[in-house]
């Protein structure tokens, strides 16, 4: 199926009522492109961010637009139509121009460029010594290497970030026969099943995000690790007595945060509580910046730093939990 890429071009103030319209149509689904928002969105978020690469604040200025889909067929052709007279429509009531030039953009778009475009970006990554990621349409054979099967498309966490291999190159360190991993912030639950693939006996994985749930049992199905020695788990540790309780069952021999520094310091008390004494930590998602900062925070729970790693700007500390549990 061919498929209609639709920009309604407007301001911040007719972002509600576009949508509104929109959603009168039955149109519920739409990506709002907005540069006020974003910076809004900046700077009440700091927690969850240290950096932000200048090319993606580039690319997000610019004229407000309101994205959506329509199929190129017959019933979508007269959705564009209604979405065109319901703009005119607004248009006519907009006398200040507050809401912009209300004018639309279309481009075809197929099916298959919509879902596999992407897929020209990503190819297999060789990380640290023993590591292939591969994209699921492109697995090879690499006997000297482990091979981490991934969908690229569903969440953070490919192994494509300097971070993410960052966290991959210790953990082929670290990872023992029979220990007992944990992931703060798994996102796709890459590190995680990477760590049973190495042979770990067990691993829990918990993110904040919801969807972390079925796309790290994806990646781990995909990689043909089982349930018996993967936990999956959604929620804040912070504030969900019930979740801190459930992974605080046992004490692990490594555990992982590869976020950002504000969420790593908040989450050292925690770390603490969960790995064994002589246990080892790895945190990764540190803008160089923060470095001080987060070393300060280690120290003070009782973690040993004993190695740290740069790439670009990112930072990785491999630590020891030095103090008594």
Not at 85 to 106: A, Y
Not at 112 to 141: M, R, S, T
Not at 149 to 160: D, H, L
Request: with cysteine; net charge negative.
């Amino acid at each position: 199926m061919e498929w209609l890429k639709v920009s309604v071009y407007t301001t911040a103030e007719g972002i509600d009522p576009v949508c509104g319209r929109l959603y009168d149509l039955g149109i519920t689904g739409t990506e709002i492109e907005d540069f006020e928002d974003f910076t809004d969105f900046l700077e009440n978020n700091r927690q969850y961010w240290d950096y932000v690469d200048d090319e993606l604040i580039e690319a997000k200025k610019g004229e407000t637009r309101i994205i959506i889909y329509i199929s190129n067929t017959a019933d979508g052709l007269e959705t564009l139509l209604d979405v065109k007279n319901t703009l005119s429509e607004l248009k006519s009531f907009d006398t200040d121009g507050k809401f912009g030039r209300l004018e639309i953009e279309t481009d075809t778009l197929s099916e298959e460029d919509w879902a596999n475009n992407w897929k020209q970006y990503f190819h297999p990554i060789e990380i640290g010594e023993k590591i292939l990621v591969c994209p699921e349409w492109e697995v090879k054979e690499c006997p000297e290497r482990t091979v981490f099967k991934i969908n690229p498309g569903m969440t953070f966490g490919t192994g494509s970030h300097y971070t993410t291999r960052l966290c991959i190159e210790q953990l082929e360190k670290y990872i023992t026969p029979c220990c007992l991993m944990a992931d703060l912030g798994c996102g796709s639950g890459i590190l995680s099943v990477i760590s049973l693939m190495l042979g770990a006996a067990h691993a829990t994985a918990v993110d904040i995000d919801y969807n972390a749930f079925d796309i790290a049992y994806s990646n781990a199905e995909l990689n043909n690790v089982s349930r018996d020695t993967y936990r999956v788990l959604t929620g804040n540790v912070l504030t969900d007595a019930e979740l801190d309780k459930t992974i605080a069952d046992r004490k692990y021999d490594v555990v992982c945060a590869n976020i950002v520094a504000d969420v790593i310091i908040a989450l050292l008390p925690f770390a603490k509580k969960i790995i064994r004494q002589g246990g080892i930590f790895i945190t990764s998602g540190i803008i160089e910046d923060r470095c001080r900062d987060v070393e300060a925070a280690l120290s003070e729970n009782g973690f040993d730093i004993i190695t740290k790693k740069q790439d670009a700007d990112w930072v990785c500390m491999v630590c020891r939990s030095g103090a008594k549990q």
